[in-house]
Nanobody, 114 residues
């Protein structure tokens, strides 16, 4: 099981980024997937999750700005981030929950300048 994030970078406040998480193997469509983030000096926190049927859940502070989606045919999950704020600066991690087994990607850095 491998998860590879991409799409991070440096963006000005108010800008947008789209993160991708490419998954290896045939487990993707049966896994609950999620995005987490970890800012410097802080604990890793949940951003959003998407279940196998496509239903989504967001942390309140991300609602309306972030959109999580998945393409099971491509074994890929996305996070569209709009109206980015400096406080969104963090390493963003892809997470897969396959019947209680948890897998993580290596993370992608998102930096939002003011």
């Amino acid at each position: 099981v491998q998860l590879v994030e991409s799409g991070g970078g440096l963006v000005q406040a108010g800008g947008s980024l789209r993160l991708s998480c490419a998954a290896s193997g045939s487990f993707f469509s049966i896994s609950v997937m999620g995005w987490y983030r970890q800012a410097p000096g802080k604990e890793r926190e949940l951003v959003a999750t998407i279940s196998t049927d496509g239903s989504t859940d967001y942390v309140d502070s991300m609602k309306g700005r972030f959109t999580i989606s998945r393409d099971n045919a491509k074994n890929t999950m996305y996070l569209q981030m709009n109206s980015l704020k400096p406080e969104d600066t963090a390493v963003y991690y892809c997470n897969a929950n396959l019947w209680g087994h948890i897998y993580w990607g290596q993370g992608t850095q998102v930096t939002v300048s003011s």
